[in-house]
């Protein structure tokens, strides 16, 4: 009797998945992994509870959601999904538990896995691919599954298969930002000199003059004629880096921030400085001229993965000294005298000098758009050369002493910036002999360097950098930049022609904007990456 009330479970089973076998795929364990990464994926699963209501309301969703970016994929799961060597966890034993505690009519089958995103910070083979299963507990009606589905999937669906008013939103800013092309038809290619100098089969050198004429110029903007509505419909939703003048004269910074002070304040605080010969900071340079070219090695899973093997960052030697000794190194006349520029590079002030933070305000245009990430000073002699890269932050960089040049371009092309993991290399620094030494390569990778030099590319090897387009903005005392999220830069320092010093202060927001790094085929957008980002798409007035 048992056997046969067991095969009747069975034949049961096999006529439910027939029967709904037409309007939904049957999806077999082996299916999981491939089409999680094509899209989301829902699922009425566990054969033993699938009920009709379950396929035919999935059915109906999978017409709505036809067509829909980020895809959503829907079917059956045939068979009990235990936990198993993919990563998948049993949605059986997540299910059951519920069921348990609940009516049936409470707690329906239906389990979604979300879009597996690679994690493109690590070059190691992934042990696992592990996907976390979400289980619907709600009512099994086709508007609430379409909530729980938009809010999973981080899809903008109505019931009729269009976009939500929030989801036009956040198409409309995707279709509308800001490119320099818009504004200039100047490449990179345009600014080359080709050294006249060359003769019979001597390699010409070639450089560019990224402070031509006919380089476009950040907008400028009184920071008395913005308003925080201004900065998001202009600059921020369209990814538009900007100037705003004259916004931080009254910071009580611009007459405190003097040696004494800092003396007085921290001068016996340990400090982390970081030094590199000739003020350059953070450039490419070959392996094979280190110390340990030879005696390293890179695993060959990983070197296949590197687009340049070949190059490393030279990351800057670093010191741990009291900041009084620093404050000397920076003194005018040391830098040169010795071949060492010491810089204090995005040092969080929250963290390290926490007096500081009373000497300056918040930008007020960014106050109810931007949750601020951190506040780091920066602080030299002012004749340092940050090299190109990007960050993965929103960004008012604020200029007290001196001034700074960037030269910027813009994320939507960043195959023409050569994006990709670079291997990174550790320069050591003898303080008795005042001598750098190319010592160490490191078993890591940089994710925002290009290995691209602006002014002296290699456009062999790099030609796709000729195509593209270069924006200047010089920053002035009183003069906050802003820079979005993911926009290419190379940052010049000069020092106050009277303090001999170069000052500034960045405030570090979460992006508006998202992008996968390093990625140089993806695109900047509005990724949605928690249930509450969906918020800001109702309710920042983004009409």
């Known amino acids: 009797m048992a056997r046969l009330q067991e095969w009747l479970k069975i034949i049961t089973e096999i006529l439910i998945l027939l029967r709904i076998s037409h309007c939904l795929d049957i999806i077999q364990q082996s299916d999981l992994i491939d089409l999680t990464k094509s899209g989301c994926l829902v699922t009425c699963t566990d054969t033993d509870m699938i009920t009709e209501v379950c396929a035919t309301h999935l059915s109906r969703l999978e017409t709505v959601f036809a067509g829909s970016n980020p895809r959503v994929n829907f079917g059956v799961l045939s068979g009990e999904s235990p936990v198993r060597s993919d990563g998948f966890t049993s949605s059986h034993s997540v299910y059951s538990q519920l069921a348990n505690d609940s009516p049936l009519h409470q707690h329906k089958p239906v389990v979604l896995y979300q879009r597996y995103v690679a994690d493109r910070t690590c070059l190691h083979p992934a042990l696992s691919q592990h996907r976390q299963p979400f289980l619907y507990t709600g009512k099994l009606e086709t508007n609430d599954l379409l909530h729980f589905i938009n809010?999973?999937?981080?899809?903008?669906?109505?019931?009729?298969?269009?976009?939500?008013?929030?989801?036009?939103?956040?198409?409309?800013?995707?279709?509308?930002?800001?490119?320099?092309?818009?504004?200039?038809?100047?490449?990179?290619?345009?600014?080359?000199?080709?050294?006249?100098?060359?003769?019979?089969?001597?390699?010409?050198?070639?450089?560019?003059?990224?402070?031509?004429?006919a380089t476009p110029e950040c907008e400028r903007v009184s920071a008395n004629e913005m308003t925080s509505s201004q900065f998001l419909h202009r600059y921020l939703s369209k990814s538009k880096p900007f100037i705003l003048t004259n916004g931080t004269f009254d910071w009580p910074a611009n007459t405190r921030w003097v040696t004494e002070y800092f003396l007085r304040n921290y001068g016996n605080k340990s400090t982390h400085v970081k030094l590199a010969p000739g003020g350059i900071f953070e450039g490419v340079d070959k392996a094979s001229d280190w110390d340990d070219f030879i005696s390293f090695s890179i695993p060959d899973t990983v070197r296949e993965q590197l687009p340049h093997p070949d190059l490393v960052v030279v990351r800057p030697a670093t010191l741990d000294i009291p900041f009084s000794e620093f404050l000397a190194m920076i003194s005018d006349g040391y830098g040169p005298k010795y071949n060492v520029s010491a810089y204090l590079e995005y040092s969080s002030i929250l963290e390290h000098f926490p007096k500081l933070r009373a000497d300056i305000r918040d930008i007020e245009v960014a106050r109810n758009l931007l949750d601020i990430e951190d506040v780091n000073i920066w602080l030299s002699d002012g004749n340092t050369l940050g090299k190109l890269h990007f960050d993965p932050f929103d960004n008012f960089l604020c200029q007290i002493k001196g001034e700074k040049e960037l030269i910027l371009f813009e994320p939507h092309r960043n195959s023409n910036l050569y994006e990709g993991h670079i291997p990174e290399s550790k320069l050591s620094y003898n303080t008795k002999t005042k001598a750098f030494r190319k010592r160490s390569l490191l078993d890591s990778t940089a994710m925002v360097m290009s290995p691209v030099d602006i002014v002296n590319p290699d456009l062999e090897r790099f030609p796709l950098f000729a195509d593209t387009h270069p924006i200047r903005c010089r920053i002035k005392e009183g003069d906050s930049l802003y820079l979005p999220a993911f926009w290419w830069h190379e940052v010049q320092s000069f020092p106050n022609p009277k303090e001999k010093r170069n000052i500034a202060v960045n405030f570090w927001y979460k992006p508006f904007l998202h992008k996968e790094f390093p990625c140089a085929e993806c695109k900047i957008g509005c990724v949605v990456k928690k249930i509450s980002d969906q918020r800001r798409f109702h309710d920042d007035g983004l009409h």
């Open 151 to 213: 809010s999973y999937c981080y899809t903008f669906i109505n019931e009729t298969g269009n976009l939500t008013a929030a989801g036009q939103r956040k198409r409309d800013i995707v279709a509308n930002l800001f490119s320099v092309s818009q504004i200039s038809n100047v490449t990179t290619g345009s600014l080359r000199n080709i050294q006249s100098s060359c003769l019979g089969d001597v390699a010409c050198s070639e450089t560019v003059d990224m402070n031509d004429m």
